[in-house]
């Protein structure tokens, strides 16, 4: 099982940026496709973007393709989320989850999960 916890959520106007950090506690971290999943009040939970082992390969979801950008620091355990022009439909909160699977699929399902941190984006 990996510990996962996210950090860098926060209160922020419409347009502007957060960067949300997930550190995870394996070293064997790389071995893990990472995603950042959201959830809003009264919705179901949803994927917002996942990136490969390596890095190499990323995916997003239609809403925040060209504002979002999902990296990771294997050397680091963590992966990052940074969000630009952010706008107030984007308010939720942000999980991180690890896929311990050997195969590139980012719909998952995932293994693990974080505690989640909270997004708020004011109009």
């Known amino acids: 099982q990996v510990q996962l916890v996210e950090s860098g959520g926060g209160l922020v106007q419409a347009g502007g940026s957060l960067r949300l950090s997930c550190a995870a506690s394996?070293?064997?971290?790389?071995?893990?496709?990472m995603a950042w999943f959201r959830q809003a009040l009264g919705k179901e939970r949803e994927l917002v973007a996942a990136?490969?082992?390596?890095?190499?390969?990323?995916h997003y979801t239609d809403s925040v393709k060209g504002r979002f950008t999902i990296s990771r620091d294997n050397a680091k355990n963590t992966v990052y989320l940074q969000m630009n022009s952010l706008k107030p439909e984007d308010t939720a909160v942000y999980y991180c989850?690890?896929?311990?699977?050997?195969?590139?699929?980012?719909?998952?399902?995932?293994?693990?999960w974080g505690q989640g941190t909270q997004v708020t984006v004011s109009s």
């Open positions: 989850a690890a896929d311990r699977q050997a195969v590139w699929a980012p719909m998952g399902p995932y293994d693990d």
């Open positions: 990136i490969s082992r390596i890095g190499g390969t990323t």
């Open positions: 394996r070293r064997t971290f790389s071995m893990y496709t």
